[in-house]
T-cell receptor
Framework: GAVVSQHPSWVICKSGTSVKIECRSLDFQATTMFWYRQFPKQSLMLMATSNEGSKATYEQGVEKDKFLINHASLTLSTLTVTSAHPEDSSFYIC?????????????FGPGTRLTVL | DQQVKQNSPSLSVQEGRISILNCDYTNSMFDYFLWYKKYPAEGPTFLIS?????DKNEDGRFTVFLNKSAKHLSLHIVPSQPGDSAVYFC?????????FGTGTRLQVFP
């Protein structure tokens, strides 16, 4: 099956710093990638939809200036959490869309645990 | 407004028995549903899906049932195994995104 990787798998940073998370589709091209966050014991919440070569579409309530998304190529999307604060501590998961295997098949990355001190 | 709901946050089942995980949705326009399994600190993995033109889809130990009139779907796992212990999310597939339920933590004990 299709493989999606994320880097780093976990990161600890100080409040006020910025953190970049990479999402890569390893063996397929993904014109669309999605970024989710999950708080403990809660559902995955879609943050934004990232399309290669265009601006990301953010869900209501997600600050686009805080969560910068760049989808520079068909295999790479990045999420930068700018001026991170403790409340941004969460599990961030990306997924990549492929038309193979059925409609709207998303393959998920392993996630990145962000802890902001 | 939670469009996809999993009202049971947790479920405990003995090994070998059947696990039934339930999911309700509010939008009758949803026509494709998926179940994902998630271990702690990992991304979700796809399990099984169902289109609204069907009322049942089976894959090995996993069967998903869809009741469109009740806007309800369920995932049956039989026989349950300890390795099935995880959080299970149902999701509705809209035209541009997945809408996830809140998840049910399944624990299968020996």
């Amino acid at each position: 099956g299709a493989v999606v990787s994320q880097h780093p798998s976990w990161v600890i940073c100080k409040s006020g710093t910025s953190v970049k998370i990479e999402c890569r589709s390893l063996d397929f091209q993904a014109t669309t990638m999605f970024w989710y966050r999950q708080f403990p014991k809660q559902s995955l919440m879609l943050m934004a939809t990232s399309n290669e070569g265009s601006k990301a579409t953010y869900e209501q309530g997600v600050e686009k200036d805080k969560f910068l998304i760049n989808h520079a190529s068909l295999t790479l999307s990045t999420l930068t959490v700018t001026s991170a604060h403790p409340e941004d501590s969460s599990f961030y998961i990306c997924s990549a869309l492929t038309l193979e295997g059925g409609p709207n098949t998303q393959y998920f990355g392993p996630g990145t645990r962000l802890t902001v001190l | 407004d939670q469009q996809v709901k999993q009202n049971s946050p947790s479920l405990s089942v003995q090994e070998g028995r059947i696990s039934i995980l339930n999911c309700d949705y509010t939008n009758s326009m949803f026509d494709y549903f998926l179940w994902y399994k998630k271990y702690p600190a990992e991304g979700p993995t796809f399990l099984i899906s169902i289109s609204s033109i069907k009322d049942k889809n089976e894959d090995g130990r996993f069967t998903v049932f869809l009741n469109k009139s009740a806007k309800h779907l369920s995932l049956h796992i039989v026989p349950s195994q300890p390795g099935d212990s995880a959080v299970y999310f149902c999701a509705a597939d809209t035209t541009d995104k997945l809408i996830f339920g809140t998840g049910t933590r399944l624990q299968v004990f020996p």
